[in-house]
């Protein structure tokens, strides 16, 4: 099974148990039943963003979409993270917690210059700490804007619409940890 219609899949068994509508999703997340449907089905891979308010309107982590249902360990290996690329994205993540059950979520990102997690900053409920690992990062939290260099770090109430962009010359790697799990 493709990973498009893996990730399709499980919207709709989500959206399903919620007893919500195609249409009534739709509605919720600012698009047709139409596109809905194809992302259902496979045939269309959503953005980053309409897969961030998917995931919202549904009230589940994002990674929820994105990652094979595996064993979950205590212990993650590097080479056995459940990575994230977006096709034709600059950015990429890799969950460093074992899995969303916990309390708590850890990702590891890495955006290349000029790039941004989002086109536009978003929220979720919580609470998030990020440490810059490599590079330099600007963050947007509410009208505020911060530069983060190397070693810095963050926290802010993740319930203010936040964005991050890669403002240097190199890839920004940075860690965060999020509660609860909203990825």
Do not use: C, W
């Not at 969950?95 to 990702?107: A, G, K, R, V, Y």
Request: hydrophobic share 35%; no cysteine.
């Amino acid at each position: 099974m493709n990973a498009n219609l893996k990730m399709g899949d499980k919207i709709r068994t989500i959206r399903k148990t919620q007893d919500l509508s195609l249409s009534a999703l739709a509605g919720k997340i600012g698009k047709t039943s139409s596109y809905l449907s194809q992302v259902e089905r496979g045939l269309a891979e959503p953005s980053i963003t309409a897969l961030r308010e998917i995931s919202k309107a549904l009230k589940v982590p994002i990674f929820y979409f994105l990652i094979d249902d595996q064993k979950h360990n205590d212990v993650v290996r590097k080479e056995d993270r459940k990575v994230l690329n977006f096709p034709g994205s600059h950015l990429k993540f890799e969950l460093i917690s074992p899995d969303l059950d916990h309390d708590i979520e850890m990702i590891e990102a890495r955006l290349k210059p000029g790039a941004s997690t989002l086109d536009k900053p978003l929220s979720h409920t919580g609470e998030e700490v990020s440490i810059v690992i490599e590079g330099e990062m600007e963050i947007t939290i509410g009208s505020d804007k911060y530069e983060l260099s190397k070693g810095d770090s963050i926290y802010y109430n993740a319930n203010l619409p936040h964005k991050i962009t890669s403002i240097g010359k190199e890839d920004l790697v940075f860690i965060s940890a999020i509660t609860p799990p909203n990825f």
